[in-house]
Each structure stands twice: as structure tokens, then as C-alpha cells.
């Protein structure tokens, strides 16, 4: 069938800000076109829609130290969270093992973490071809070993762990499954494995899927191939972490229950299926489920699309069940003040990411990101008098609006807003806290929804229309 209407106005949208895969790029060069995430921020903001992601209920970013040298994840807790110890699910982004970040796939983890009421961890694995086969993988296995060690610290509970992630990442995922099955014993393994998108076998190629969609976007089978060259030996793609559709049935019959989700209208959407059929035959409790009108990486649309929300919903009521948690889905608990904040500046970030990275127009994004500071000064100005300090960054926004501004002025200039926005931070940390401690925890949440009311309406002016044909 057809592209969903929604996920039809972000790819166009991707295309129209060029993230079309180019033949020849380097990986570099692949690493500064607009990526998904790109794309509906710039939908998000020509509705009138705020920028900020979804509140979710704290994020840190931390470092593993490991002997390759420090391993970034970032964590993610829920909304309304009980004390604990909770359910986790440790998360590998997806971005054919060249591109791709925490950043530029924060919607995923952040709907699940709300929905599953679980902890999310996402790890920010190494990347190709600075960094060869496996060391992603061996990133992944890490991240996961190091979550089951030191669990206590994240409030989480080492009984239920899972593991998954999107496209590569949901392989790599599963690579971190086999190795603790390899490991021989039932204490501590993961519990379930939610695989978005994998990849199954790259040694064929004769999936019907890669010849209907050689030219897709976000990912067409060119582009596939393109990245499996800069990845991986042709012996490599042989190992099961890289093909975990031919790893032994014997390896395979220590997996745990899984759900693995294709798209329609992606490239890998074939032996994504096949891949469920070899657990089917491995004796492991595999559901797949195809997603109608959708591309690769659908999911981390779900700010916009619908039928994201939905694949987001399931995979929550999946991981619930392993957890044993009651319910298909955590209750819904708004953000209080704090949280909306903490949300901001994640939007803030991004942007400033984006602008560093050169993914996109320069001048539309100042806009944006001048928009977003807007909005987080009216959230300031309407919490209690004197809470909290009132930012006034229009002073370091003028060199990033002006055109005659070079390249290294520009960027001089975006690291000074950024710390001035990330020390702004801290000093609110400070008074949210003491708020927090004046007032209690049922009126932050009222404050909350105020400020989730006073963004609304900051961004509510008229933005200028944009048509998309097809």
C-alpha cells in the first residue's frame, strides 16, 4: 500500500531538507544530512508546535569506563515512576553503523521509557569506519554487561532486563543476547528482546524488499549497500552478529521472547521477517509484525505519526508482559515543572546539534532555536516570582542570525550560547530543587501543566504553510 499520510509528509520533508542518500558520499559527508528527527522538528515547528521532546521523568548522561576508553549512555526514567527497583531495557540506536546518535534517536526511548514504565538505557556505541567491526557490538555487550552489574545505581532490577533497538542496533541488540547465552546459565540474562527493524542476513541479497525499495527514504537498499561496504569484510558479514539469521539453531534456542517489528516500505523489511521465522524455528516465542504504509525507521517518528504511537504502544505492552508488569501500558502522569524544563533544553540541544553539524538551512534553524529560547524564558517568567533565574541569551542569538557571520565566528558563537544555556542549567537545578522542597511535588505538576499551557502559546503564532504533493 501507500506511505501512510503521515509518514509520507516527514519523508517528503526529509527529502526536501536533503537527506538524500548521495552515491560516493564518505561517511563523514552522511553524518551532515538531515536525519529523521531532523525532518520533524522542522514539521513540528512550521505547525506552530513546540520543539521540546517528550517530558520524560529525569535523563542523565554518564560515561562506562571501559578498557577501549569511556562509553557514553544516557538513561532514561519514566514519568510517575515508583521508587523502584524497575524493569530495564537497554537500547542501541540505529544508523547503518556510520550515523546516527543518542541525539538523533531520543523519541524512540523516550515514548518507551513513559509507556513501559521502564528505565531506558541508550548506548551511544562506537561507529564505522573509524572504529571496524565489531567494536559497536562489542559497545553494545558492554553497555548491557555493565547495566546487569550495576544496576542498583539506576534504580533498576536486574531480574528484568531486556534489550533492543532500531535497525542495526536492534542486531547489535540481539548479538548482546547470543553472548550471554553463550555464557552458559539463566541468572541475569535478558528477558525479552524488542528488535526494530533488524537486519537479518547480509550475506544474500536476493531479497525481493531490496529490489522495491533500492532508492527509499530514510533507507534505500543503495544506501544499505553502500554502508555494509564500509562496514563490513565480506567474511565478516558471515558472523552471526552481524547475520544473527545464521547463527546455529543450538545458539539461537537460548534466545528469550521477542518481538520484531518490520516496515513496509524498507529495504530490510524481508529478512527483518525471515529472521523471525528462523526464532519460530529455534523454538524461541517470536511474534512479527508488519507495519502497514511504513519506512524504515518509522518509529522515531512518533511526535507526528499515528501508526508510530501505535508500534510504540505494542512494543510497550510487550515489554510489560516480560516484566510482569500489570497493564498494557504505564498510567499517563504529567510532567511537573522541572521535567518541562529539562524537556526544553533537550529541544535546545538538538538544535544546537543540528546547527553544528551543518544538517540543514542555517538561517531557518537560528529561527528555530531562537523560537525555543523564546519559549523557555515565558516557562521561566510564569513559574512563582523569584524561583527562577530568568535567561537573556538574545545578546549571544546576534552573530548566529547575522548572514555575514563566517563559519568559524558561527560556531565560536553556538558554543557560547551552549554554555551559557547549560549554566543556566545548573543554577535552575538549584532552584527547582528548593522549589521543589518550598511547595511539593503536587504543585510542581501543576506548574508543570502551566508551563506545558505557556509554551503552547508561545509557539502558537502563525507559521507559513507548507504543501506536500503526492
Not at 132 to 160: C, K
Amino acid at each position: 500500500m501507500a506511505l501512510d499520510p503521515e509518514i509520507h509528509t516527514v519523508v517528503a520533508e526529509l527529502e526536501r531538507l536533503g537527506g538524500s542518500f548521495l552515491a560516493g558520499s564518505t561517511a563523514e559527508e552522511a553524518r551532515h544530512r538531515p536525519v529523521v528527527a531532523d525532518a520533524v522538528r522542522s514539521l513540528l515547528w512550521a505547525e506552530g508546535t513546540s520543539l521540546a521532546p517528550e517530558p520524560v521523568g529525569a535523563v542523565e548522561d554518564i560515561e562506562i569506563p571501559l578498557s577501549t576508553g569511556a562509553l557514553p549512555i544516557r538513561v532514561y526514567w519514566p514519568l510517575g515512576a515508583d521508587p523502584g527497583p524497575l524493569p530495564v531495557l537497554v537500547y542501541a540506536h540505529g544508523g547503518t553503523w556510520l550515523t546516527g546518535d543518542a541525539d538523533a534517536y531520543d523519541a524512540t526511548p523516550r515514548a518507551i521509557t513513559n509507556r513501559a514504565g521502564c528505565i531506558v538505557v541508550s548506548v551511544d556505541y562506537r561507529r564505522a569506519p573509524e572504529h571496524a567491526f565489531p567494536a559497536a557490538h562489542d559497545d553494545v555487550l558492554a553497555a548491557t554487561r555493565w547495566v546487569v552489574t550495576n544496576i542498583a545505581q539506576l534504580s533498576g532490577d536486574a531480574a528484568r532486563v531486556a534489550v533492543g533497538g532500531e535497525g542495526p542496533g536492534a542486531t547489535m541488540a540481539l548479538a548482546a543476547c547470543l553472548a550471554f547465552g553463550r555464557q552458559g546459565g539463566v541468572a541475569n540474562r535478558p528477558v525479552f528482546q524488542l528488535l526494530l527493524y533488524p537486519v537479518g542476513d547480509l550475506v544474500r541479497s536476493d531479497w525481493a524488499s531490496f529490489r522495491t525499495y533500492d532508492a527509499a527514504l530514510p533507507l534505500g537498499a543503495e544506501m544499505l549497500e553502500w554502508a555494509i561496504e564500509l562496514v563490513a569484510s565480506r567474511r565478516d558479514r558471515e558472523d552471526p552478529r552481524l547475520s544473527p539469521a545464521r547463527a546455529t539453531r543450538s545458539e539461537l534456542s537460548g534466545l528469550p521472547s521477542t518481538l520484531i517489528v518490520t516496515a513496509e516500505h524498507d529495504p530490510l523489511r524481508d529478512q527483518g521477517e525471515a529472521l523471525g521465522r528462523t526464532l519460530l524455528d529455534a523454538g524461541i516465542d517470536a511474534t512479527t509484525l508488519r507495519f502497514a504504509g511504513t519506512t524504515h525507521d518509522f518509529v522515531s517518528m512518533n511526535p507526528l505519526a499515528g501508526v508510530a504511537q501505535t508500534a510504540v504502544a505494542l512494543a510497550a505492552k510487550h515489554l510489560r508482559a516480560a516484566f510482569g508488569q500489570p497493564g498494557e501500558t504505564a498510567p499517563a502522569v504529567a510532567p511537573d515543572l522541572a521535567q518541562v524544563i529539562d524537556a526544553d533544553d533537550a529541544g535546545i540541544r538538538a538544535l544546537r546539534a543540528q546547527l553544528a553539524a551543518g544538517r540543514g538551512d542555517r538561517s531557518t534553524l537560528v529561527e528555530q532555536l531562537r523560537d525555543a529560547l523564546v519559549a523557555r524564558r515565558e516557562i521561566e517568567e510564569a513559574a512563582p516570582a523569584g524561583a527562577l533565574t530568568i535567561s537573556d541569551l538574545g545578546a549571544l542569538l546576534e552573530p548566529l542570525e547575522d548572514q555575514a557571520t563566517g563559519t568559524t565566528r558561527f560556531h565560536v558563537a553556538l558554543d557560547a550560547l551552549g554554555a551559557a544555556v547549560d549554566d543556566l542549567r545548573v543554577m535552575q537545578e538549584r532552584e527547582l530543587a528548593d522549589l521543589r522542597a518550598e511547595v511539593g511535588n503536587d504543585r510542581m505538576r501543576e506548574m508543570g501543566m502551566t508551563a506545558l499551557k505557556t509554551r503552547k502559546a508561545a509557539h502558537g503564532h502563525v507559521r507559513r504553510a507548507m504543501a506536500y504533493s503526492g
